[in-house]
């Protein structure tokens, strides 16, 4: 089972306002650039989330995928109000829940959310980052990275920059 992170940050490093709001991410400016998002979606099976950001996507209003998504948290969720949206609760080691979706025939998950990110980083899971660097500096807020036993070594696929002055970082996290 491969992992995957596809996110944006802050210059800083920030995912998210301390109170977790994401308004300072660039909002669509009429073009078709979706910073290979699309492209990335069609490699994903399954979107693994943290209960906080299931909660945020939730707060937009329409159900954004058709891809199935399990929600980690400890306790019950809240169902879309779509009815065709394939939304599950897990709770558990990251590991265990990796494998109880590669035992359904899932080849390739999307891990979304801080905490959740670092807990799946720290335990080994992800293969690939694609990390969305938007220009501005928030000063606080929700970190992507945290604590770690060990070094986590990557490398640079590739880097690409947008016209608005994103910078889109790829990288293969070096097998132990
Ligand atoms: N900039 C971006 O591109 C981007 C992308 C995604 C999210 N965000 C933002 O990031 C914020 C959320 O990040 P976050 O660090 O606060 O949290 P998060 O990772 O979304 O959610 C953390 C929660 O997930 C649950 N959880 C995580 N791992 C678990 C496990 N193995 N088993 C059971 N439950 C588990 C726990 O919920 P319980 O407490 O319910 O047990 C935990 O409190 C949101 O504000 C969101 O908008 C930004």
Redesign the pocket.
């Known amino acids: 089972m491969n992992a995957s992170v596809f996110?944006?940050?802050s210059l800083d490093g920030f995912?998210?306002r301390e109170d977790?709001a994401?308004d300072w991410?660039p909002t669509p400016d009429g073009t078709d650039e979706d910073y290979g998002y699309q492209a990335f979606m069609d490699t994903v099976d399954v979107l693994v989330?943290?209960?906080?950001?299931y909660e945020?996507v939730l707060s937009f209003g329409a159900w954004p995928y058709e891809t199935p998504v399990v929600v980690?948290?400890?306790?019950s969720i809240e169902q879309p109000e779509e009815q065709d949206a394939s939304v599950e609760r897990m709770?558990?080691?990251?590991r265990e829940?990796l494998q109880r979706l590669a035992d359904r025939g899932l080849t390739h998950a999307y891990v979304?959310?801080?905490?959740?990110i670092q807990?799946f980083l720290a335990d080994g899971l992800i293969q690939r980052l694609t990390i969305t660097v938007v220009p501005v500096l928030l000063g606080e807020g929700?970190p992507l990275f945290g604590p770690l036993p060990h070094d986590v070594r990557l490398q640079l696929l590739d880097t690409r920059s947008f016209p608005n002055g994103l910078v889109q970082h790829r990288y293969a996290v070096v097998a132990e």
């Open positions: 996110i944006a940050t995912i998210a977790g994401i991410l989330m943290g209960r906080h950001t945020t980690l948290s400890h306790r709770a558990g080691p990251p829940i979304d959310g801080g905490r959740t807990r929700l």
